[in-house]
C-alpha cells in the first residue's frame, strides 16, 4: 500500500526558515517524481516545487513564487522527501502535502499524503 | 505559466442529478489534464487523468471528456458522498497549474 506522511508543519516567523519531511513506503521510490503542493487556507491548490525520478537524476523545477528560498530533495536511502523552506513570508502559510506522480511522465499526482500546515505569523 | 479557469465556481444540485464542470486552458495542453475532488479536511483525490482515463476505484459515473484548450467532468447521477470541491490541473508544462475549484454543494 503507497503511504506518505507528511512532518515537521509549525509556526514560524516572517524570515525564518523549517524544513518539512515526507516518509514514503509502498512503491519503488525512485522510480517517481515527487510534488509538493500547498493549499492556503480556505484557498485552492498551488503547485509548489518537484523532483524528478533516479532516470532524470533527481533533477528540480519550482514555481516563481517560491524559487530561490525553497528547495526540494529526496534521500533514497531513506525512502523521504524534503522541503526546505527558507526566507518565509505571511503568504507562504498553507498546508503543504507530498505528492507522488504517477510512474509514466507526463502524469498526474495519484497519491496525496494527509498534509502538514506550516503557519508563517509573528 | 498556463491558467486554468474553472466554471461554475459553485454549483448547487440534488441527488441524482446529472452534473458538469468546466475547465478552460489558457493555451493547448493536449490531453493533459487530470481532475480531483477534495473534501473538507481531507488531501484532494484522483478522479480522471489525461482528460478521459478513469482512475482505478473511481466509480463510472464520472468522466471526462475534452482535449486542447476545452474540458469537461461529468457526474451521471450525483451521490450523497459526491459534494466535494472539484479542482482541475494541467500537466502539459513543467510548471504545473491548478483551477481555482468548483464547490458542488447540495440544493
Known amino acids: 500500500e503507497v503511504q506518505l506522511v507528511e512532518s515537521g508543519g509549525d509556526l514560524v516567523q516572517p524570515g525564518g526558515s523549517l524544513r518539512l519531511s515526507c516518509a514514503a513506503s509502498?512503491?519503488?521510490?525512485?522510480?517517481?517524481?515527487m510534488d509538493w503542493v500547498r493549499q492556503a487556507p480556505g484557498k485552492g491548490l498551488e503547485w509548489v516545487g518537484r523532483t524528478r525520478n533516479k532516470a532524470n537524476s533527481y533533477t528540480t523545477e519550482y514555481a516563481a513564487s517560491v524559487k530561490g528560498r525553497f528547495t526540494v530533495s529526496r534521500d533514497v536511502s531513506k525512502n523521504s522527501l524534503y522541503l526546505q523552506m527558507n526566507s518565509l513570508r505571511t503568504e507562504d502559510t498553507a498546508v503543504y502535502y507530498c505528492?507522488?506522480?504517477?510512474?509514466?511522465?507526463?502524469?498526474?499526482?495519484?497519491?496525496w499524503g494527509q498534509g502538514t500546515l506550516v503557519t508563517v505569523s509573528s | 505559466d498556463i491558467q486554468m479557469t474553472q466554471s461554475p465556481s459553485t454549483l448547487s444540485a440534488s441527488v441524482g442529478d446529472r452534473v458538469s464542470i468546466t475547465c478552460r486552458a489558457s493555451?493547448?495542453?493536449?490531453?493533459?489534464l487530470a481532475w480531483y475532488q477534495q473534501k473538507p479536511g481531507r488531501a484532494p483525490k484522483l478522479l480522471i487523468y489525461?482528460?478521459?482515463s478513469l482512475e482505478s476505484g473511481v466509480p463510472s459515473r464520472f468522466s471526462g471528456s475534452g482535449s486542447g484548450t476545452e474540458f469537461t467532468l461529468t457526474i451521471s447521477s450525483l451521490q450523497p458522498d459526491d459534494f466535494a470541491t472539484y479542482y482541475c490541473?494541467?500537466?502539459?508544462?513543467?510548471?504545473?497549474?491548478f483551477g481555482q475549484g468548483t464547490r458542488l454543494e447540495i440544493k
Open positions: 489525461k482528460a478521459s
Open positions: 493555451q493547448s495542453i493536449g490531453s493533459w
Open positions: 509502498g512503491f519503488t521510490f525512485s522510480d517517481h517524481y
Open positions: 505528492v507522488r506522480v504517477a510512474v509514466v511522465v507526463p502524469a498526474a499526482n495519484d497519491y
Open positions: 490541473q494541467q500537466y502539459h508544462s513543467y510548471s504545473i497549474t
